[in-house]
């Protein structure tokens, strides 16, 4: 039976930070009451989907030695692509000089652990090596006149290779879910700005967190106790706090980066996720909640156990 594990990972952020003070010189609120509400400090705007996820996929294709002809399918979550038609990952495909089939995904904030649940199907389907991507340029959509919304945002690019191991599932168990009735808490039409029930969307989260975790884990067949890391999407600090609690998990066990980052939809569990691998945060045989929600609303989770390439 093929077996999917991840060999490669990197991140990447555009360049141009703004500050809670910044936010501040442009509509009428302050940096306590956005660290205090939400965690976030900084953000990273004016990035492009193509541009920050090519980056992202050269260093993740050079970390897992593999050349562009190796890669049989290039999957972009995405809820932000750069242009309508055609999809971002037809853009990114031919920057990376790759030779197979590219799409776009889109599940919002949930984006990437659809990716890569989706990838893990397709290698056991037969395909040897995936490119999964996730990449969101939120600021290009941010209506910078609605505090209530303009304070969550930014933009960011991870890009994973997950490749045919042949040994053991690394995918150990996992949940994509919809509730569309709750579409229109979070939206944003074609060439307009993201609407969003901020309080509607916030109670939602933590019970769609929790559902989708308890699922994966329960396919899994592991308890809360067991999951060394969780990662969470980075859309605020007390959606993560609360999850938590009524997972009882431990905030320590948190990959957590938005105070730095913002919410960057799909981008945000790969940015979290790197960030912890390269701290040092898990070591191999390690067992990874990843578990987001986002507009549809969406929700997924996976436990995947740490089964890095050995060096
Ligand atoms: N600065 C100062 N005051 C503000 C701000 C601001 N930026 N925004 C709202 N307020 C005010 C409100 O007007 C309100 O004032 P009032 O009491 O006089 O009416 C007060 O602060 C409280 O507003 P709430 O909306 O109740 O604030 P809340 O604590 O719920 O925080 C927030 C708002 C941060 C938006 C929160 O609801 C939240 O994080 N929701 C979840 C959003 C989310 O996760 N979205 C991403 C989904 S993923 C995706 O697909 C992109």
Redesign the pocket.
């Known amino acids: 039976m093929p077996y999917g594990r991840i060999t490669g990972w990197a991140t990447n952020l555009p360049d141009r930070i703004l500050t809670n003070d910044d936010l501040a010189q442009m509509?009428?609120?302050?940096d306590e009451?956005?660290t205090t509400?939400?965690g976030v400090k900084t953000r990273h705007i004016d990035g492009k989907v193509t541009e920050m996820s090519t980056s992202a996929a050269l260093d993740a294709m050079a970390m897992a030695g593999v050349s562009p002809d190796q890669i049989d399918l290039l999957l972009l979550a995405t809820t932000s692509p750069d242009q309508q038609i055609p999809a971002s990952a037809s853009v990114i495909q031919h920057s990376l000089g790759l030779t197979c089939g590219a799409f776009d995904l889109n599940a919002?904030?949930s984006g990437f652990v659809y990716g890569l649940v989706t990838a893990m199907q397709f290698i056991q389907g037969g395909m040897e090596r995936i490119l999964v991507i996730g990449s969101d340029s939120l600021s290009s959509i941010t209506n910078w006149e609605d505090?209530?919304t303009c304070?969550?945002f930014g933009d960011g690019a991870g890009a994973f290779v997950v490749e045919n191991s042949g040994e053991q599932p690394s995918l150990l168990g996992w949940d994509l879910m919809s509730d569309g009735e709750a579409a229109d808490l979070?939206y944003c039409e074609h060439g307009d700005k993201i609407v969003?029930d901020?309080?509607a969307?916030?109670r939602k989260?933590v019970l769609a967190m929790e559902a989708a975790a308890l699922t994966a884990m329960d396919k899994a067949n592991v308890v809360s106790d067991e999951i060394k890391l969780v990662v969470p999407h980075q859309?605020?600090i007390r959606?993560i706090e609360a999850a938590l609690k009524r997972l009882d998990i431990p905030m320590e066990k948190a990959a957590v980066v938005l105070s730095s980052t913002g919410?960057t939809?799909a981008a945000s569990i790969p940015l979290a996720f790197v960030d912890a691998v390269n701290n040092d945060r898990v070591e191999p045989g390690d067992l990874v909640l990843l578990v987001g929600?986002?507009?549809g609303m969406t929700s997924a989770a996976a436990v995947v156990r740490w089964d890095p390439p050995k060096t």
Do not use: P, Y
């Open positions: 509509v009428d609120t302050s009451w956005i509400r939400t919002a904030c505090r209530g304070i969550l979070l969003m901020g309080q969307v916030f989260a859309a605020n959606i919410n939809s929600f986002g507009a």
